[in-house]
C-alpha cells in the first residue's frame, strides 16, 4: 500500500471545498445505489487490474478509484479544480476536433464528463467510454440516463482495449495521462494508433507539462503517484513515437494543454493512395457531410 502524503490539497483545499459541497446529498447518493450489483454489470472477468492502479492512492482515497467513494466524490470535487472552470477546459478538448466522428472512444473515460459531452457535440456518432474502474462507470451511467444521451460503458484497460484494428475516427483521453507512469502512457497512445483509422485522430486533455515543471508545488496539489514522471515527459514526444503526425499542443488556460495528432496514410498503402487519387475536389468540401464517410469503411463494431 502506498504510502499517504500530507498534501496541498488535504492541508488547505479539501476544508474549504467541503463547505462548498453539499455532503448529506452525496451521501444520499452513495446509499441509495447498490454499489457491487451496479459495479457486477459492468465487471469483465479478462481485465487484468494492472498494479500502478490498484497499488496507489489517488487523490487520497483508500484504494484509489476500485472504491466507490471515488465514483461518488470525482465531479464535486473537480467542478473545483479545473480552472477557470471545468466545462470551459473540457470544451477545449472538443473544439480541436478536427474529423467528422463516426465512433468515438473515450479512454480513461471515468465518470463520463468529457463522454457526455463528445455525445453531445456528435450526437450521430456511436460513442463508447472505457474505464478500469466499474464504480466510475456506473456513476457515468447514471449520469448518461439523466441527460437522455445513449453512450456505451466499457470495463477495459485503455492499454489493450480488445477492440478491432481501424475501428474508430476519434480517440479521446482526458486527464488520464497524469495517472499513469510514462510506460503506460506510451502503450496507450500505441493502443490509440491501432484502434483509429487512416486520418483518425488522438486528443489528449492533461496537465500542462511545461508549466507543471515551472511550478514545483503544483505536483503537491493532490496525491498523484505519478505526476512527476508525467510533467517530466513530453506527450509531442509520446505521440510522434506511437506513429502520430500532425502532432500539436496548445495550451489551456497556462496550467492545462490539448494534445493531438492524426493518424497518417501508411507509406506503402496503395489502397489510399487510390482512393485519394479518385477523389475529385467539390464546393462543399469545406463542410464534410457525414455520409461521405459511407464506404471508406470503418470496419464492423459488432465484435465488442
Ligand atoms: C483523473 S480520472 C479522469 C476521468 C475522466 N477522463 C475525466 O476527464 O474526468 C482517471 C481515470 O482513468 C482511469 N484509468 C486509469 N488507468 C486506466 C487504464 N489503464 N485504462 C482505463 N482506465 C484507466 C481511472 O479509473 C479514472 O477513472
Known amino acids: 500500500m502506498a504510502i499517504r502524503q500530507d498534501t496541498i490539497w488535504e492541508r488547505f483545499l479539501s476544508p474549504v471545498v467541503r463547505l462548498l459541497i453539499d455532503e448529506k446529498a452525496l451521501r444520499r447518493y452513495a446509499q441509495s445505489v447498490d454499489w457491487e450489483k451496479e459495479g457486477d454489470r459492468f465487471r469483465r472477468s479478462d481485465v487484468v487490474i494492472p498494479d500502478y492502479y490498484s497499488s496507489q492512492n489517488f487523490h487520497g482515497i483508500e484504494g484509489g478509484y476500485l472504491n466507490s467513494g471515488a465514483a461518488v466524490s470525482y465531479d464535486p470535487i473537480t467542478q473545483y479544480v479545473l480552472p477557470p472552470n471545468e466545462a470551459l477546459i473540457r470544451q477545449a478538448l472538443i473544439d480541436a476536433v478536427r474529423v467528422q466522428p463516426r465512433r468515438i472512444l473515450d479512454l480513461g473515460c471515468g465518470t463520463g464528463s468529457t463522454t457526455l459531452m463528445l455525445k453531445e457535440a456528435f450526437p450521430s456518432a456511436e460513442v463508447i467510454g472505457l474505464d478500469l474502474s466499474p464504480y466510475m462507470l ?11 444521451l445513449e453512450i456505451n460503458w466499457r470495463h477495459g484497460n485503455a492499454e489493450r482495449t480488445g477492440f478491432p484494428d481501424n475501428s474508430f475516427d476519434l480517440v479521446t483521453v482526458a486527464l488520464l495521462f497524469h495517472e499513469t507512469p510514462p510506460v503506460v502512457s506510451q502503450a496507450i497512445l500505441r493502443e490509440c494508433f491501432r484502434l483509429l483509422g487512416v486520418g483518425g485522430q488522438v486528443l489528449t486533455i492533461d496537465g500542462n507539462q511545461s508549466t507543471l515543471r515551472q511550478l514545483e ?7 498523484e503517484p505519478y505526476i512527476r514522471e508525467y510533467s517530466a515527459g513530453s506527450l ?13 499542443t496548445q495550451d489551456v488556460w497556462w496550467i492545462h494543454q490539448v494534445t493531438g495528432g492524426v493518424k497518417p496514410i501508411p507509406v506503402n498503402d496503395t489502397t489510399a493512395e487510390t482512393n485519394v487519387r479518385k477523389y475529385t475536389s467539390t464546393q462543399t468540401d469545406s463542410i464534410i457531410d457525414k455520409d461521405d464517410l459511407e464506404g471508406f469503411g470503418s470496419p464492423a463494431f459488432g465484435t465488442i
Open 236 to 248: 509531442d514526444a509520446w505521440m510522434g513515437e506511437a506513429g502520430f503526425e500532425a502532432v500539436q
Open 138 to 148: 456506473v456513476r457515468a451511467e447514471h449520469k448518461a440516463i439523466n441527460a437522455n
Open 217 to 223: 508545488w503544483l505536483n503537491n496539489v493532490f496525491e
